[in-house]
């Protein structure tokens, strides 16, 4: 219950195309969910985030949406760009010991955009 | 801002010696911080949450006797791999929440640790 499913494990886009990556969790619990882009040899660096009581949320080409029924998130990139390729990461965040957030990652997604 | 330091980058070092890897938060205070490890082409798994001024609270199957860490300030966080053996090489990447109460976390730029 504690898990966060993320597919496809890996994706190939042409440059200019939308890239696409889905998330989905068991724990209702969990309030918060960040999206991580991490580059080889870095650490990761935080995309975008959601809270539940919101649909949808833009920044740049950037879009998360969210379907607090189905248990489901996604990551959308617009006019996806060759750097752009990176492995990307869905989370979830749960309360944790009464005051700390504790955030369980999924299983990451490596994408490739060709120019 | 929220920026989150970590030294060294990489390490070295014999089996049976231990490393300290420290984790700072430049611009803001973390009452938490994370430490994680990644293993190649795979997620990060958390290791241990610690909190500033008390003892860390470590996830199922990481031992702590291993793996000590030290929070003493805001802004310092510490792990030491105790007694390293190959095993233990691996990619560590701390992160930080920031003390004034969001969710985010931010995350150093990793130590790539080798165990010869």
């Known amino acids: 219950q504690q898990q966060v499913k993320q597919s496809p494990q890996s994706l190939i886009v042409q440059k200019g195309g939308i890239s696409i990556i889905n998330c989905a969790y068991e724990?209702?619990?969990?309030?918060?969910f960040p999206w991580y882009q991490q580059f080889p040899g870095k650490g990761p660096a935080l995309l975008i985030a959601?809270?539940?009581?919101?649909s949808e949320k833009k920044e740049g080409r950037f879009t998360i949406s969210f379907n607090k029924s189905a248990k489901q998130f996604s990551l959308h990139i617009m006019d996806s760009q060759p750097g752009d390729s990176a492995t990307y990461f869905c989370?979830?965040?749960?309360?944790?010991?009464?005051?700390?957030?504790?955030?369980?990652f999924g299983t990451g997604t490596l994408l490739a955009v060709q120019p | 801002g929220a920026v989150v330091s970590q030294h060294p980058s990489r390490v070295i070092c014999k089996s049976g010696t231990s490393v300290k890897i420290e984790c700072r938060s430049l611009?803001?205070?973390?009452?938490?911080m994370f430490w994680y490890r990644q293993f190649p082409k795979q997620s990060l798994m958390l290791m241990a949450t610690?909190?500033?001024?008390?003892?860390?609270?470590?996830e199922q199957g990481v031992e702590k006797d291993k793996f000590l860490i030290n929070h003493a300030s805001l802004t310092l966080s510490t792990l030491t791999v105790t007694s390293a053996h190959p095993e233990d090489s691996s990619f560590y990447i701390c992160?930080?929440?920031?003390?004034?109460?969001?969710?985010?976390?931010?995350f150093g730029p990793g130590t790539r640790l080798t165990v010869l």
């Open positions: 992160s930080a929440r920031d003390r004034g109460g969001t969710d985010t976390q931010y």
């Open positions: 724990n209702t619990a969990f309030d918060y």
């Open positions: 959601i809270r539940p009581d919101v």
């Open positions: 989370a979830a965040s749960i309360i944790y010991g009464g005051a700390t957030n504790k955030l369980i």
């Open positions: 611009d803001f205070q973390a009452t938490t």
């Open positions: 610690s909190n500033e001024g008390s003892k860390a609270t470590y």
